[in-house]
């Protein structure tokens, strides 16, 4: 999984998915305004023309209503004028018979304006020849009247022919006015249903229109949440992963850990852990700057995917850790075939570009079920297995051993203290005298550190020291002593020097010399009262390093020491290339002078060797008198040891000091001279 991650993919712009979702919605939203007030306004519309048309249709009908009514009153009041004036002979029944009849003519005429064409057609056709009779038959009544003939105009008017054809029209008009009831009648009803209907499909359209915007907003609700999904998966993909290189970052390794090993419970697997640190980062880092320390923890990432099973776990624990858990149920795949497959792989050169890097690893294993069964307890337990790899050595692998645990966490309780301890001061410089062997007078004071443990007592540099530059504490403390130091030296001769050890780990260390500097300046102490002494151990491992390293520190006035020499390589070509100023010839030759003539005759070749170089030498750990002695006569100038003095506090000399003071000579002004003890 971790070689498909790449640290550059960039992350699904959620602020667009959450807007474009909201794009959606607006849209919707007014898409519903705009169908809604259309349809608003067309319901509105068609309220106002149907209700207008009703009230048209009603006016009509109540218009056929009273013309009905009317056309019947008139044809009674027609039939009545007819009769009077065919009692009567009187000529205004006639005129009364005559408007009446206009005014009936005109009331059908009306009444057929409201029903059909054809309907009116109709009703004319059906009535033209009875009007006609009837005209024709008012006619000769009329004439019959004017003539006096009263009996013949009243047989006419009460004749079957008129009374047939008057309740033709009769009839005929009842029939239109029915008809013309019916027809507004129905036009109200049509009118109603249409309003119906147009509710109905009003409805319809919203439900409808309201539907179908639902499943477009919930589907496109649906594709920005399933964006929004896959945008989070990634997230927490990436948040899972080491951004530099792609690995499982360390809560993955955690997660991925816990999962596998409830796994492994199940089916009674085993699993290894491998804790990967890599040899040589720092100085790859220091030296070639960041972007290729970057290159390099990449192409370590590629390296192991390239080593191991695609399934088994790889994480990127912290700086230059990592974590590889693999499955150990195979029998040909053990823990230790994978880390020296690791350690080979990470060993080759790499190249970018020009630059070649050499760097390589260690590793500590830790195995479930048989060391751990939690995650935390694998790790811990492989982290310190590793440890132990480190200290044995580079390239190298350890697999955790249950003796060795309680020590280291023992260590890991002192590493603790020790941080503890420099912040609160508990690290106290103690000074011991370097005297020439001549006159034995102080030359130099050489700073030796000491532990005031709140409980553990006042513990000696063996006890500390290697846990200080494993864990990255040595510059501190350092800083720390030189920092006492600086102020005890007020309390010293001018001319005594301070020699001042410098841990082999220190010379990779970039801001070393400026540091030093630093507290000497603060201190107002000028850098040629310092000595440095470095062991061939900080020469060996990075010789470039160590001669850049000893050309500042001289360069800013400071001289430097090579310690224990004779215990390490003792190359010649060191000594011939790095230009110290002293030699220390360690206390193991000076401790055996007297019984093994070997160590006589190695200390002599020392001693002719600085003379030809032109380097001043100290003899370590002159416990007596004798061996004082016999280094003087073999030519050695200086010496250091129990005879001249323990290692003690400021204090503690400054009152010797005091006490020899009345006896001497007053201080010679020079320097590197002579201050009996
Ligand atoms: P070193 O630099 O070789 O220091 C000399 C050691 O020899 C000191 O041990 C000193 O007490 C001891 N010594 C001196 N004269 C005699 C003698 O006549 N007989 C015997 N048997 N021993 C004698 P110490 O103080 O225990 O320091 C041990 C080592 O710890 C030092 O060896 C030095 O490498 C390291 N060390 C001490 N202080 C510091 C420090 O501040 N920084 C660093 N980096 N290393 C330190
Ligand atoms: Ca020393
Ligand atoms: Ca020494």
């Not at 960041?290 to 990127?316: I, N, T």
């Not at 491992?541 to 390293?549: G, H, K, L, P, S």
């Not at 001693?607 to 030809?612: K, Q, V, Y």
Request: charged share 25%.
């Amino acid at each position: 999984m971790p070689d498909t991650h790449h640290p550059t993919q960039r992350l699904l712009p959620t602020v667009s998915i959450v807007e474009e979702t909201m794009r959606q919605a607006l849209r919707a939203v007014a898409l519903a305004l705009v169908c809604t007030s259309l349809l608003t306004a067309t319901l509105l519309a068609e309220r106002l023309w149907s209700s207008a048309q009703l009230e048209h249709a009603a006016d009509r009908h109540a218009q056929a209503n009273r013309l009905a009514g009317e056309i019947r009153l008139a044809e009674q009041e027609l039939l009545q004028a007819a009769q009077s004036a065919a009692l009567t002979g009187e000529a205004s029944w006639i005129e009364r018979y005559d408007r009446l009849t206009a005014n009936l003519t005109q009331k059908i005429e009306h009444a057929s304006l409201l029903v059909p064409l054809t309907v009116a057609q109709r009703y004319r056709d059906k009535t033209k020849e009875a009007s006609a009779e009837i005209a024709q038959m008012r006619q000769s009544a009329l004439n019959a009247l004017n003539s006096g003939a009263l009996d013949s105009a009243r047989t006419l008017f009460d004749g079957e022919r008129y009374t047939s054809r008057t309740r033709l029209i009769r009839e005929a008009t009842e029939e239109l006015t029915a008809i013309s009831l019916a027809a507004t009648e129905r036009q109200i009803r049509e009118l109603r249903t249409r309003s119906y209907i147009v509710a109905g499909l009003a409805l319809a359209f919203t439900v409808g229109g309201g539907l179908l915007l639902w499943r477009r907003l919930s589907s496109g609700l649906n594709d920005s949440r399933g964006s929004l999904l896959e945008a989070e998966v990634r997230v927490q993909r990436l948040a899972a992963s080491d951004l530099l290189t792609g690995l499982d970052n360390r809560a993955a390794l955690h997660d991925a850990m816990q999962t596998r090993l409830a796994r492994a419970a199940k089916h009674h697997q085993e699993l290894a852990v491998l804790m990967v640190d890599l040899d040589r980062f720092k100085p790859v880092n220091d030296r070639n700057g960041h972007m290729v320390g970057d290159l390099v923890l990449k192409e370590v990432a590629v390296r192991l995917g390239r080593c191991l099973r695609q399934s088994d776990l790889r994480a990127r624990y912290g700086g230059d850790e990592f974590v590889v858990v693999i499955d150990e149920a195979d029998g040909k795949r053990t823990a230790l075939a994978a880390a020296e497959r690791i350690i080979e792989t990470l060993c080759e050169p790499m190249y970018f570009g020009d630059l070649a890097v050499n760097i390589g690893a260690s590793v500590g294993v830790a195995r479930y079920p048989r060391d751990a069964s939690s995650d935390d307890e694998l790790i811990r337990k492989a982290d310190s297995a590793l440890y132990r790899a480190k200290k044995s050595g580079m390239n190298g692998v350890c697999v955790y051993d249950p003796k060795l645990d309680e020590a280291m966490s023992e260590r890991a309780a002192l590493e603790q203290e020790l941080r503890e301890g420099i912040s609160e001061g508990q690290l106290i410089p103690y000074y011991q005298p370097i005297v020439s062997l001549a006159k034995r007078h102080v030359m130099s004071l050489e700073l030796l550190c000491r532990w005031k443990h709140p409980t553990r007592g006042l513990l000696t540099p063996d006890k500390f020291i290697s846990l200080a530059e494993d864990s990255g504490l040595i510059g501190p403390l350092t800083i720390s002593l030189l920092n006492q130091a600086c102020r005890d030296m007020l309390r010293f001769p001018s001319h005594w020097r301070l020699s001042f050890n410098v841990a082999p780990e220190q010379i990779q260390d970039e801001s070393l010399v400026p540091q030093l500097l630093a507290v000497l300046k603060e201190n107002q102490v000028p850098p040629h009262r310092l000595d440095v002494e470095l062991t061939e151990t900080a020469l060996v491992n990075d010789t470039a390093r160590a001669r850049q390293v000893i050309l500042a520190l001289k360069a800013a006035g400071m001289t430097v020491t090579l310690d224990d020499f004779g215990t390490g390589y003792s190359s010649l070509s060191y000594l011939a290339e790095m230009t110290f100023d002293k030699i220390k010839i360690d206390r193991s030759f000076v401790r055996t002078l007297r019984e093994r003539p070997e160590s006589t005759k190695i200390v002599d070749a020392i001693l002719g060797l600085s003379r030809s170089l032109g380097v001043d030498t100290v003899a370590e750990g002159v416990e007596t008198e004798e061996e004082a002695q016999l280094l003087l006569n073999l030519g050695c100038k200086n010496g250091q040891g129990y005879l001249f003095g323990r290692p003690v506090r400021a204090q503690e000399l400054q009152q010797r000091i005091a006490l020899v003071a009345d006896q001497v000579e007053p201080l010679d002004s020079q320097m590197m001279v002579d201050v009996p003890l």
